[in-house]
């Protein structure tokens, strides 16, 4: 007698996707548009970035957790070379590297980059940014010089912020994705708690805001926040590291920090969807950038 076929069970796909490349390749761009969440903030100014981000994507067969790393870049202080930890980490657990470049960077200091990290897992070589050059038979040339220095196992042409091509790149990557149950539970979105996003938009907006060298002497430490029934209420610090700096944050009247506030929560409010009410306040820190303790305390 036979017996009745048993149903063959569904393979479920699970892995870490750590996206790599130098500052302002477009990384965090990306990992928001695969998302289909705000998660890392993004800035044309280069070196936004400094901290890992865990996004969580969890479909029926599979969950991808893609990480955002701050851009390879050579350290001049301290909080860089804490920057370039979170790198080195995320070099460990990948089991697919997204390798992300500008189409107009150099496909040389490229590979100078990519070597240096010293991958042994499946890589997919991202050209971000082709809307940039119209010119096809150009396109094609730049993106083979990036593929003979690379040898990736797979290569996208793309534009994460136009969103051309972005849908294909997760069926990509579940090609080379072991199989595994799911690390996280269905409902999350990041490893990270809601401090950190709150001080991360206000960061954002002092990228926005401000010229020059201030958001890159600038740290944000979120010191409470406390869920009312209809307001979530929030203090954060702003950390500078010259009262000259200080005064360029506040500005005349208090004007810049104000306007710093008013955008700053209604960022909060729509990732929370919910009202908020904020206080910033500006602290100086002398060479917090070089001191374990601060960097410490503000989470690097």
Known sequence: ??????????????????????????????????????????????????????????????????????????????????????????????????????????????????????????KILLVNKVDLIEDKEKQAELVK?????????????????????????????????????????????????MRFFVSEMIREKIYSIYDQEIPYHTAVLVQTFEELPHVTKIRADIVVTRETQKMIMLGTGGSMIKKLGMQSRESIEKFLDKKVFLELFVKVRPKWRENDTYLKEYGY
């Open 145 to 193: 010089a990036f593929e003979d220095k690379i040898k990736p196992d797979k290569t996208m042409v793309i534009s994460a912020l136009k969103k051309i091509n972005t849908k294909k790149i997760v069926p990509a990557i579940l090609k080379f994705l072991p199989e595994a149950p799911p690390f996280y539970p269905d409902e999350d979105i990041s490893d990270r708690p």
């Open 1 to 122: 007698m036979d017996l009745p076929l048993q149903p063959m069970e569904a393979t479920h796909k699970a892995g870490f996707v750590n996206i790599f490349g130098p500052p302002n390749a477009g990384k965090s761009t990306l990992m928001n548009a695969l998302l289909g969440e705000r998660l890392a903030i993004v800035s044309p100014k280069v070196q936004t970035t400094r901290h890992r981000i865990l996004g969580i994507l969890t479909e029926e067969n599979y969950q991808i957790i893609f990480s955002d790393t701050p851009g390879i870049i050579d350290p001049q202080y301290k909080l860089h070379n804490k920057m370039m930890q979170q790198v080195r980490s995320a070099v460990e657990d990948a089991d697919v590297a997204l390798l992300m470049v500008d189409a107009t960077d150099d496909p040389d200091s490229f590979s100078t980059i990519i070597d240096s990290l010293k991958l042994k897992t499946k």
